[in-house]
């Protein structure tokens, strides 16, 4: 079970930095992502996707998050630039219980109390959809990226165009020939 | 040399989507990053981070992507949910004049017919900026990444709070110890 916690998500200036967040934690096998901010409309943006490309994937907004911390059962991880370095603090990481906690702009110091590791995807300033791809990915979430998820719509690597295959409709051509 | 072309920027709407692969680019050891569409402020949010942080990253706006995809000497990677897999390509790409190309929303189907691969990073929706994190640190970015850069401001490993170290002002602090 991986969580993802989003904090200081503001709807209309972090919509689109929070939906990378969201999208990222599904394609790399965390199972839901709450977010601290109410927002529908991220919300129905997420849903639209897990119903499309599969999975079960889950969002909820408007999560307290300091009670959510604090309730965890499991080992609790906030990436900032400011902590223990990844490479060092991976292997003793070993839950599989897991929220890690992503923030926007500023986190409030509790969080770096609250949380049992803070940890450092680099100690430069980049992005926490960068850091937290490279977390899951270096967590093991890599497999789950590749393996892909069954849905509706799958998409089928292609070196030079796009393949997506609609198994709703494929269903609906086969029929004839199954009749 | 590695260059980041984004394409598809629209400033209002991505500013921080955009600032996001821009500095995703630089903290994992990308040289550049060319941006299709000319925006100052995204120039000077970057120059800030390069100012205090370090390093001899560099932003261009307004570049005209065709131009700059056929003129390029050295291998142009076009990352995209549709492309060939990331495991399997990554080992055939030795160049070290590398162009990485990611999108916005829609990306221009001749995008897929100039660039030399096609690149998934996982056949399913998330993000261009964990795309290109999860590519760079794969290539070897990520110790890059946990190396740093020497800038004025250095941000110490901290497992409990934030220790960033101004060297400007350490040096004004030591000078009277020193005279």
Same mark, same amino acid.
């Given at each position: 079970?991986? $969580? ?7 709807? +209309? ?5 929070? !939906?990378? $967040?969201?999208?990222? @934690? ?6 839901? &992502?709450?977010?601290? +901010? ?14 499309? =490309? #599969?999975?079960? =994937?889950? %969002?909820? !907004?408007?999560?307290?998050?300091? /009670? @959510? ?10 990436? +900032? ?7 060092? *603090?991976?292997?003793? %990481? /070993? +839950?599989?219980?897991?929220?890690? &906690?992503? #923030? *926007? ?24 959809? @960068? @850091?937290?791809? %490279? =977390? ?13 998820? /069954? ?9 030079? #165009?796009?393949? &997506? %295959?609609?198994?709703?409709?494929? /269903? ?8």
């Amino acid at each position: 079970m991986i $969580v993802v916690l989003r904090l200081g998500h503001r709807p +209309t200036r972090d919509q689109r930095v929070t !939906t990378h $967040v969201a999208l990222t @934690a599904r394609a790399l096998g965390a199972d839901e &992502v709450w977010v601290s +901010t109410p927002d529908p409309d991220l919300e129905k943006t997420i849903q639209s996707v897990v119903g499309r =490309f #599969g999975g079960k =994937f889950k %969002i909820k !907004t408007g999560v307290d998050w300091r /009670k @959510a911390i604090k309730a965890w059962e499991g080992q609790v991880v906030h990436l +900032t630039m400011y902590g223990e370095s990844l490479s060092k *603090a991976l292997p003793t %990481i /070993k +839950t599989k219980r897991l929220m890690i &906690v992503v #923030g *926007a702009e500023k986190v409030p110091r509790e969080v770096y109390d609250l949380a049992d590791r803070n940890i450092s995807v680099g100690n430069q300033p980049h992005s926490e959809v @960068a @850091a937290l791809a %490279i =977390f899951l990915d270096r967590r093991g979430g890599g497999k789950k990226l590749e393996k892909g998820q /069954k849905g509706r719509l799958v998409i089928v690597p292609n070196p030079r #165009g796009k393949t &997506v %295959i609609d198994r709703s409709k494929e /269903k609906t051509r086969r029929s004839p020939k199954q009749g």
